[in-house]
């Protein structure tokens, strides 16, 4: 399984960005996902996830909620972060990862992280 994050970038306070997580390898749909954060010189943050399961549905941090918002597209194998009202606070690297559970307390899966840099 490969997951592969993009979209990250640099944008000014108050701005949106859109992060993308492409899923191959395996049948998507069997895939919860979740996103997560680590700033420089700070431990990783759980920012939320999408489970595989509808009824479930999607959890987002407090930190992030009524900001951001989770989506996904079974057709595309794609995960979206979409993150509006942007603050500083919100510059960090940011990863996808993968899990067949149903609400993964551990994900076995992980991209690489792409930047998103927030300018005051």
């Known amino acids: 399984v490969q997951l592969q994050a993009s979209g990250g970038g640099l944008v000014q306070a108050g701005g949106s960005l859109r992060l993308s997580c492409a899923v191959s390898g395996r049948t998507f749909r069997s895939f919860s996902v979740g996103w997560f954060r680590q700033a420089p010189g700070k431990e990783r943050e759980f920012v939320g996830f999408?489970?595989?399961?509808?009824?479930?549905?999607?959890t987002l941090s407090d930190s992030v909620k009524g900001r951001f918002t989770i989506s996904r597209d079974n057709a595309k194998n794609t995960v979206y972060l979409q993150m509006s009202s942007l603050k500083p606070e919100d510059t960090a690297d940011y990863y996808c990862?993968?899990?067949?559970?149903?609400?993964?307390?551990?994900?076995?899966?992980w991209g690489q992280g792409t930047l998103v840099t927030v300018s005051s």
């Open positions: 990862a993968a899990d067949l559970q149903l609400q993964p307390a551990q994900y076995e899966y």
């Open positions: 999408t489970s595989w399961n509808d009824f479930t549905g999607t």
